[in-house]
């Protein structure tokens, strides 16, 4: 596997660091920071899935995506606020809008359209390695920030979450194996994504949340992410007692979205 040419995670993590920088050059961290704390009130991510979860629903957190590395482009035209309120008509708890740019085609500007189209609460899906991402993100409507822990270090982990938290925003840590779990127990924040997608090979599991979720502690969300597409994938992981979904591709290629939402999780 390791033939030295760096994995797709690893180039996208590079890139995110000039980008910061450049970014950095545009507006100041003093700037982004003060903007940051003059925005209007986050819409409460984990929550929003919480009350799904004891109404006994499924919580499904939507994605919006225009293209992916692993999949190349998944939808064009791209109306990510068409999407929004498709998705919110058909059941959806929270939104995820990827606004990278390079490698997955998005862009802030999607978030805020998305946003701006709905009630519903949205996570910013992007690599953060930086604090200036945490307050660029506030900016950018983010009611929730990622943290895959396959790209920081557990300290990196615990500031940028405190950073969120400070911010109002919550934060979902998310893991692909047993030690990057450990990691994310470090951090103090209910929400933990266990992705079946490997970033690295790009394969794909369920099992990695049927052996993940057993280790995860009491007081924790776990939410399932990639390679849901099927009402058995759904119902293999709701006999397990997890009831949160991050689902993107087979939403992307339906022409309704939401109306494929509905079907997957809520049989119309
Ligand atoms: O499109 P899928 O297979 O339904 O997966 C959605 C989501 O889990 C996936 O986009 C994702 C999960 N973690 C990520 C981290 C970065 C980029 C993308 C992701």
Redesign the pocket.
């Known amino acids: 596997m390791n033939d030295g040419t760096p994995t797709v995670l690893k180039r996208i993590v590079a890139r995110k660091h000039e980008e910061v920088a450049e970014r950095q050059r545009r507006l100041s961290f003093e700037d982004c920071r003060s903007e940051a704390r003059e925005q209007p009130a986050t819409r409460g991510f984990a929550a929003a899935l919480q009350r799904r979860i004891d109404a006994g629903d499924p919580a499904v957190i939507a994605?919006i995506?225009r293209a992916?590395p692993s999949a190349g482009v998944l939808r064009d035209p791209y109306d990510p606020a068409a999407i929004a309120r498709d998705y919110e008509a058909h059941g959806a708890a929270c939104l995820?809008v990827?606004t990278d740019r390079d490698f997955?085609q998005g862009g802030e500007a999607d978030l805020l359209a998305a946003r701006e189209a709905c009630t519903l609460p949205v996570l910013r899906?992007d690599?953060m390695v930086d604090e200036y991402q945490i307050h660029e993100s506030r900016i950018a409507g983010a009611d929730c920030i990622?943290l895959?822990a396959a790209c920081l270090s557990v300290n990196q982990m615990q500031a940028l979450a405190g950073t969120a938290r400070e911010l109002g925003m919550d934060v979902l840590v998310?893991v692909h194996n047993e030690a990057e779990l450990d990691q994310a127990l470090q951090v103090d924040s209910p929400l933990l994504?266990i992705?079946n997608?490997d970033?690295h090979t790009f394969e794909?599991s369920l099992d990695t949340t049927r052996t993940l979720h057993q280790r995860v502690p009491d007081g924790r969300l776990t939410i399932t992410?990639?390679?849901?597409h099927t009402r058995k994938d759904v119902d293999a992981m709701r006999e397990r007692g997890i009831h949160a979904f991050?689902?993107?591709?087979?939403f992307?290629r339906a022409g309704s979205p939401g109306y494929r939402l509905g079907e997957l999780f809520f049989s119309i």
């Open positions: 994605e995506k992916s995820s990827l997955f899906k690599f990622l895959i998310e994504g992705n997608r970033l794909v992410e990639s390679g849901i991050l689902v993107g591709e087979s992307m």
